[in-house]
Structure formats: C-alpha cells, structure tokens
C-alpha cells in the first residue's frame, strides 16, 4: 500500500527545497527516471482506475500496477503491486500476483500499449523520527504524450513506515520556508489529461458515506473528508483553467461545506481546532472573483440587452467592456495566488492531518439523534428570519439568506440519512435561496462598478448607464414572493 503525500512548487523554488534545514544534513541520491504508461484504446485501465507502467530505474526496468486511489484532502493511499522486468517495452503480465491479475479480468491484454510517458529527475531523502520513517523526493521533468508536453515540478512525501501523521509533520517544516500548493493529481492522471483519454471538469459536492448506525463523531469525519476531497479537487481546475467559472464556484461551496463542519463540530462538543479564521480568509480570498464571474455571466448580458433595446441610443463602448474583462481576470488572478500561499496549503494539509483521527470519548453520540437536534435548531432560526418574507428589508434578507445557507448545508450533509425523502425540502430550499441570492447579486453587482475607475467623461458615462439598468432592474425585483416561502414553510420537514 502507498502511502504519500503530494503537493507542488513553481520550478523557481527548487533551490529551496535542497536547503531547507530538514533535507540538507541528509545526503539525497538523484536518478533520471523514463517512465512508460500502457493502456489499451479505449483506455479501459484507466476507466478502472489502474494505472500501469514500466520504468527505467538505472540499468533497470520495474514494473508498477497502482489501483484506484483513496484520498483525504493532499493525502493519498493505493494498492501497488511492483516487480523487476527484463524489457520495458510491453509490460509482463505473468510477473504479477493473482490479486493484481483480478482487477484486470476482462480486459484484453494484447491490446494494451503506450499511450504516453514521463521523463524527470527525482532527488530523494530518507528522513525519519523515533516511530516513522519517510522519502521527500522532488520531480522536475515532462509528461508528453505524442507531441504534447507538459512539466513536472512537484514534491511527493511518501511514507516507508509509521503512521501517516509524519507525512503532515514533515509537509508543514517544508512549508515554513517553501511556497507549496495543492495538488492531488497523479502523473498518470496528468497524462491521461494529455493524451486525451480524460476530460478534466469541476468536482461537484458529494454526499458523504454517513449512516444511522455510526456515531456522531464518524459522521462529522466523513462529512468533513468529503468536503476537503471536494476542495483539492478543483484546486489544479482552477490555477490551469480559471476562465471555466464553474471550478471557482464549486471551491467556494467546498470552502463553505468545510465551514459549516466547523460549526457542526461545536455542536459535537470538540474544542475548535482554529480553522474557522482560516476559511473565513480563504472564502473571502475568492469573493471578488466569483463576484466578477457572477456579474459578468449572470448579469450583464441582460443589462446590455436592456440598453440596446431603445432605437437611436449609442451602444455601451468597448472601453468599458474590457475595463469589466481587465477587472476579472486581475480578480482571478489574486484568487489564483492565494491558492499557491503556504497559509492555503497549511489549512488543507492540517484538516487531512486532523480527520486522521480518531474520535473522542465526547464524540460517541447517536448519529441520527445528532442530525436531528441541528436540522431542528436550524429550520426555527431559519423561520424566525423569514417571518414576514415579502416585506423584508435589505438587512432582514441578508441574515435571511445566510440562514438559509446553514439549512441548506446541514440538510445536504445528512440528507444520506433519510433517503429520498429529504429531496423534496432541499429542492425547495434551495429556490429559497435563489430567490433571497438574487437582491445579493444585484447589490455585489453595483458594488463591483463603482470601484471601476472612470478615467474619461466616455467610459464614466458607459459605466454609469449600466449601473443604473441594474439599480432599475433590481428595483422591479426589489419585493420578494412569498409563495417560495410558503411552499417551503408547508414542506414535510424529513428529519422528524
């Protein structure tokens, strides 16, 4: 079983590594390492999860076979099955165990071939405390499959023996002193992207594997393993494609499926492990971004229809445009950076370290009882701030809203306990929320253009007019309707 941890470094950084106080009274071993990757046409390892390869080592050729990987957060375990081979053209299948020659039953194996390759310098050093033991090793070279080539700058701590907390201990004195980021990709993955194989996409929510018959504590761990699984996820979707808004939009949701953990850890009774400041930093990081995205996406193209509708009047000048498109992308550019800060990787890497163990006397509580005291507590808060709904007030909708936000989070995080019948409310809650978001926007919206900076009488005058279709549009929409409300108020409430 490989245990490791992965994370990544811009390539300008490397000396670093090599200096660092942790590695440089060790004396590290470097080889060239050519990595062939097989699998059939139709990628038919790949859709399993396995990932085979020959690799030159030396004047050696090993073979590896990986299966599906298990992740929490930064951290990864797989089985590995690894042999010597005499040539490492094609792999030798008669030298696997039978446990590794099952999870290839049904495929034929005369049609597996390379699909593509990796080409790096791994430097490594054994390092090691009184109960654990581990390899740092840094790669920095190229993935390329056919004439498509991408590099390879990451660092992988991999575990020898001992418990799996060593490689958080050694990843956070690494990233007192060294710029790493997130990065849960394998190379295999990364050239499966390459040659075609996989199509990257943002990592919606899952529900977690929480059941009735676990305790409280269980279920807090996994609700809060499938949120950070979530998080890592996007992270390399949103550095490499940042123009697709939806990663940047399912971070956020992780962010704040980790936020609401938190909160969920109080109820538990667990001291608070200091990642409520933390989050609340990263979402915020990411707040003008997503703003931008939602006003640039959502609102605009309606506001600019608004404006050319009137027959004579000049069309909003391109100036203005691109100082919006200028805006947004140094917006996502900021977004980017503070996902490459070690204070980022600090807090993902402290969470996995964190849901590593294992929970307290205090946490023995009935799961379903747990589930049902905080979707009782939050459904009367959540009551209490829609009273009266049509006539509320800006102030009223906003802790409306967020209200609605922590239903709908703890309702999504135990819906696994009651089936199909949970969906019904959550669908209608989630309308709830539309409709409280959509003043949000507008208000975000008006807020993002006057921060613009006018620098002539023209684009003042663009700015202007749009700014005032949507204080116009949001006037028309100014009162709420009550019949979402309402149907939402008269909803079985599933957890009773």
Known sequence: MEIELKLAL?????????????????????????????????????????????????????????????SVGA????????????????????????????????????RIAPVFTTEFERTTWQIDNNEAQAEVALDTGKICAGEACRDICEVEIELKSGAPEFL?????????????????????????????????????????????????????????????????ANVPGFLENAHDTEYLHQLRIALRRLHAGVLLAKSL???????????????????????????????????????????????????????????????????????????????????????????TDVQMRNTQAWAGTIL???????????????????????????????????ADAFAPLYGKRSHPFITTLGALQNELGRANDARAGMQLLRSLQKKSATLSFDLGRISGALESDAAQHVNLSGAVWQRLARSKLFWR
């Open 10 to 70: 811009h390539p300008r950084h490397t000396a670093r590594i090599r200096r660092h106080p942790l590695l440089s009274r060790v004396t590290p071993e470097q080889r060239l390492l050519l990595s062939i990757y097989f699998d059939t046409p139709k990628f038919d390892l790949m859709r399993r999860g396995i990932a085979l390869r020959v690799r030159r080592v030396d004047d050696q050729w090993i073979q590896t076979l990986k299966a599906e990987t298990q």
């Open 75 to 110: 951290l990864s375990s797989r089985p590995e099955w690894e042999v010597a081979v005499t040539d490492g053209s094609r792999p030798d299948f008669s030298a696997l165990p039978q446990a590794a020659l099952d999870l290839l039953a049904g495929i034929k194996l005369k």
């Open 168 to 232: 958080f201990d050694v990843a956070a004195q690494l990233l007192q002193q060294i710029p790493l980021h997130i990065e849960p990709r394998s190379k295999a993955e990364r050239g499966y992207i390459l040659s075609g194989a996989m199509h990257p996409a943002p990592i919606r929510a899952t529900h977690a594997a929480i059941h009735k018959d676990q305790t409280a504590g269980d279920a807090w761990s996994a609700i809060m393993q499938a949120a950070l699984a979530q998080l890592a």
């Open 269 to 359: 009774g667990q001291v608070s492990p200091g990642w409520n400041q933390p989050l609340r930093e990263s979402m915020h990081a990411l707040n003008s971004a997503r703003d931008w995205d939602v006003f640039r996406h959502d609102i605009l193209p309606d506001l600019l229809a608004i404006l050319g509708k009137p027959s004579g009047i000049a069309p909003i000048e391109d100036a203005a445009l691109v100082l919006i498109n200028d805006n947004a992308a140094h917006a996502r550019q900021r977004a980017q950076a503070s996902l490459r800060q070690p204070a980022f990787t600090r807090l993902v890497l402290d969470i996995g370290h964190n849901l590593l163990t294992a929970p």
């Open 376 to 410: 009782e507590k939050r459904w009367h808060a959540l009551r209490n701030r829609c009273h009266g709904f049509a006539k509320l007030n800006p102030a009223e909708r906003h802790r409306a809203r967020i209200a609605a936000k922590k239903m709908r989070y703890a």
